[in-house]
């Protein structure tokens, strides 16, 4: 089922304020009364006259990495989830000052492009599920391939493609940032506060500074490239080349001045003016990999709003997530369908011991070999690629995923091959696998019943590792994308068959990012917000959310909590490292599968409707918290 709105859903106010006021949140999160007293202690942080602000700067926790637990979050109202608690407060207080889902998700991502620099921000891209209690809108952020790009843009000059490394780190993988220009449009439909006071969280924090995470501070060490960067190196490493220590204060007075810019005059600061020369110049005078972004591309970047695609599931439950250029919502659905269709022959359950058993994992990697096989077939910008048989749901139709569920058999079937879901055969080539990162999650429901499910990119971690600082002259900046990899890095097979995701000016690359809201079939009602960063396992760590939650029955605490696991059409099994026993390992083996046990470091955020109001996930993986009343 295709269209603005899920069937059933009526206009309605789907939450009564909550008189008694009662908050119910992390452990840090205390209160407007600490936050106050916390602030007056601060150096220059006097508070304002007249009324109170919108935003009081909280305590600073560390967050983790590695594997935290979380304890899953109760609310009756209003919550946000995301993937820093600094980022989490931003929303929360924007939602407490009368803000919308949609305010506090912009919030959110400001403070974002702040204390988690490597993953999403201003220089990145973005796709926004939003629900108004009447229609569903899809947000497009996306970034678009420069005007002077063209298919040969990572060939070497011996036409063969460039080693990823080598094409992502520099201006060449950069493409027109949309995040911004996306949100505002977006806000000018959606929003209810001032589009200036959603900008004081990240303004206030970029001056004040913030602490060095555990997390960020696990990255910076990690990475080789980051460093290479003149502005990069002065704003994240001491003197002597070694990382900020986790606890550092770290303020950002160029990022300041550019938010503060943007809050004032709109997405119009960023996309013209000083602020675009110098990202501009950024890009192009790269010493050793050099890009094509123009004024001209940032100047003529526009975001669109699609048509979302919802998919009925099971009895009860309609899917909503986001369309081409976008593979997440195809994929998740595909997977999901073909695992309804595929008979179970063995009487072991689903999961075992709270882990899904070797039976389980068999019948659903061998799905996703068949949906990322077709979604490496046909899945690209629809401005410049047709769906197979003219329309995207071809892909999920019933009688084709039945046909496609009859190939699953007792044993791996290693590489599966695309189906054909159209009359006609299509000519293009698949596109070969190449590494995908980055990304961010943020989940939101507000007090009237809006809701937002974004996910947000700036694609490798800390993505071309290529600052800019606004032509400010000042420390820090904010980070840009390498979204431009994306694309398949050679534009046709060896046969000559072009690829449908190669590089074409002005064309959105193919995304993994799987912002899905999930809504009551028969009563309208919403029921979850939920998402993941992780390039190409955002399709799998989603799924895995959808069936722990919704199918077995697990909160969505529990269902994030579970081990992570996939395949990307190939003889690999992937699973999470340390999570599954030998008997599972060895009963896939026997099947033909090659498992390969690694980290799979989600992020997943996650809300869901409950008796009382609603329930949120963070992830363990990383240091998200939700936060709300």
Known sequence: MSGASPAGVRPARLFAPDARGVTSASAWLRGTAMRASLLAGLAGCAMPAGPPPLYIIPAMPEGASGYQAKPGWNLRRMAVAAANPLATDAGFQVLKAGGSALDAAIAVQMVLTLVEPQSSGIGGGAFLMHWDGREIAAWDGRE???????ERLFLRPDGKPMAMADAVVGGRAVGTPGALRMLEAAHREHGRLAWARLFEPAIMLAEQGFRVSRRLHTLLKADVHLARDPLARAYFFAADGQPHPVGHLLKNPALADVLRAIA?????????????????????????????????DLRGYAPRRRVPMCTDWLVQYRVCGFPPPSSGHLTVMQILGLLERVPVVEATPALVDGVPGAGWLHRYTEAARLAYADRNHYIADPDFVSAPGGDWHSLLA???????AALVGQRSQGSARPGQPGARPVAWAP???QPEGGTSHISVVDAEGRAVAMTTSIEAVFGSRLMADGGTGKAGGYLLNNQLTDFSLAP??????LVANRVQPGKRPRSSMSPTLVFDRHDGRLLM?????????IIHFTAKTLVGSLQWGLDAQRAIDLPNFGSYNGPVTVLETGRFDAATV?????????VNEIDMTSGLQALQRTATGWHGGADPRREGVVAGE
Do not use: Q
């Open 144 to 150: 678009t391939a420069p005007a002077e790009a063209d």
């Open 264 to 296: 004032s005059r709109g997405s119009v600061a960023l996309h013209e003016g000083p602020v675009a020369a110098d990202l501009v110049a950024r890009v192009r005078g790269h010493a050793t990999n050099p890009g094509r972004l123009s004024v001209a």
């Open 398 to 404: 019933a009688g084709y995923l039945t046909g496609r």
């Open 431 to 433: 596109m070969a696998d």
């Open 492 to 497: 046709a097979d060896a046969a000559g068959r």
């Open 529 to 537: 917000s939920l998402g993941s960063p992780g390039g190409a396992a």
């Open 586 to 594: 060895a009963a896939l083996r026997a099947r033909g599968h090659t």
